[in-house]
């Protein structure tokens, strides 16, 4: 099962392009990445999922290398709005069998948007 | 036209009660979750239920019992309340039941044990 790294936290001002990387060095090869955003006092939204290369939304942009031991979410011109935590998941489209590791989110990457 | 919603959205108990919390989903999904989140904002699995069978039971205390009595409806009820069961304890649905299927979560329900 791929276990995900993520810097803990990221700030960054209004206006500019913010990356968060996701590293997943054991990603299987039937596995997809996913991301999700989770404002305080809520419950994480699904924002963008990829397989490789690129895949775009009107939300955001995920950028995965050939390798795919890594992926970064690429969020556009923040503003104060995207303060948030951001997980990112990897997990196949199996259904569920034995241990749902892949269901755990972990501790996300804290994005504090500053004026 | 809440998707998932949850109840109570807070619960303040002392050590040694036995609550419960419910969760329904209006989105017609047949998979639905129970996650718990800590003070540092990890977020781990602990349930899940499709068409009311338990299909995924994470490694968690036998003082927690998730109750299906539908597909809409999936309810954590908690005995003998812990201090380090303080937490924020979410909903989730998602339609199929794989890794990789968007979940819906709920508002979340924070938990103070004291």
């Known amino acids: 099962l791929a276990k995900t790294t993520q810097p803990i936290s990221m700030d960054s001002y209004e206006g500019q392009e913010v990356n968060i990387t996701c590293s997943h060095n054991n990603i299987a090869t039937n596995d997809y990445i996913t991301w999700y955003q989770q404002f305080p006092s809520q419950g994480p939204r699904f924002i963008i999922q990829g397989y490789k290369t690129k895949v775009t939304n009107e939300v955001a942009s995920l950028f995965i290398p050939a390798d795919r031991k890594s992926s970064t979410l690429s969020l556009p011109r923040v503003s104060l709005s995207d303060t948030a935590v951001y997980y990112c998941l990897v997990g196949d489209k199996q259904l569920f069998s034995g241990s749902a590791r892949q269901l755990t989110f972990g501790s996300g990457t804290q994005l504090t948007v500053l004026p | 036209d809440t998707a998932v919603s949850q109840t109570p959205k807070y619960l303040v108990t002392q050590m040694g009660n036995d609550k419960s919390i419910k969760c329904e989903q209006n989105l017609g999904h047949d998979t639905m979750y129970w996650y718990k989140q800590d003070s540092k904002k990890f977020l781990k699995i602990m349930f899940s239920?499709?068409?009311?069978?338990?299909?995924i039971n994470e490694t968690v205390p036998n003082r927690f019992s998730p109750k299906s009595p539908d597909k809409a409806h999936l309810n954590l009820h908690i005995n003998s309340l812990e201090l380090g069961d303080s937490a924020v304890y979410f909903c989730?649905?998602?339609?199929?039941?794989?890794?990789?299927?968007?979940?819906?979560f709920g508002p979340g329900t924070r938990l103070t044990v004291l």
């Open positions: 989730a649905s998602s339609h199929p039941r794989t890794y990789t299927d968007t979940q819906y």
């Open positions: 239920y499709n068409n009311k069978e338990l299909i």
